[in-house]
């Protein structure tokens, strides 16, 4: 069917950036929207950032003004531009991506760590 591959996540100091990037891959027909999510140890899985075929964006309250969410239409891409990151953005970041259908796929998760 349809793959999700995130890459970009790893270690980082708090301050600093990191760039993630999730690829969709097999049977893709339309996309409605590709966004990500985060989830720490002991939490739920929240949204992070969204973006619409259209280009409209949404972001977590958490992270305006630090992330940015973009997308390559031609390469069925997502990224996830991540600055000023904080110990508390430190989880696994999921890829989803959701078919005009309303077929949801999700990435196996990237892990991002945030610390000194």
């Known amino acids: 069917q349809v793959q999700l591959v995130e890459s970009g996540g790893g270690l980082v100091q708090p301050g600093g950036s990191l760039r993630l990037s999730c690829a969709a891959s097999?049977?893709?027909?339309?996309?409605?929207?590709m966004g990500w999510f985060r989830q720490a140890p002991g939490l739920q899985r929240d949204l992070v950032a969204v973006i619409t075929s259209g280009g409209s964006t949404n972001y977590a309250d958490s992270v305006k003004g630090r992330f940015t969410i973009s997308r390559e239409s031609a390469k069925n891409t997502v990224n996830l531009q991540m600055n000023s990151l904080k110990p508390e953005d430190t989880a696994v970041y999921y890829c989803r991506v959701v078919m005009n259908s309303g077929l949801v796929y999700w990435g196996r998760g990237t892990q991002v760590t945030v610390s000194p």
């Open positions: 097999g049977s893709i027909s339309t996309i409605s929207k």
